[in-house]
């Protein structure tokens, strides 16, 4: 199933070499790890220079998340899902 959604989710970030990618994200009440990055873009709005990650998580989920430096906020803009329940959570 996929999802274009914008929700605003809580990141935990790796900042290593100069740069940074998503480790685990909040959303919808459950904690998702990031299994694998499979693209990095980034696209100018006004001055902003937003940074785009194409992660997978468990169960060949994948999810599409911004990173917007003028909140500094992090937004789940897509996902897709093999279905309910899909998804690791962690307790």
């Known amino acids: 199933m996929f999802e274009t959604l914008n929700d605003p989710v809580d990141v935990l970030t790796a900042f290593t070499g100069g740069g940074f990618e998503p480790l685990r994200f909040?959303?919808?009440?459950?904690?998702i790890r990031v299994k694998q990055v499979t693209g990095r873009w980034s696209?100018?709005?006004g001055q902003?220079?937003?940074?785009y990650f194409a992660v997978q998580g468990a169960a060949a989920d994948s999810y599409e998340l911004c990173y917007d430096p003028r909140?500094?906020?992090?937004t789940l803009s897509r996902a897709w899902s093999g279905g309910a329940g899909a998804g690791e959570a962690d307790p």
């Open 43 to 45: 696209r100018r709005e």
């Open 26 to 31: 909040r959303w919808r009440g459950r904690v």
């Open 48 to 51: 902003a220079l937003l940074r």
């Open 71 to 74: 909140g500094p906020r992090w």
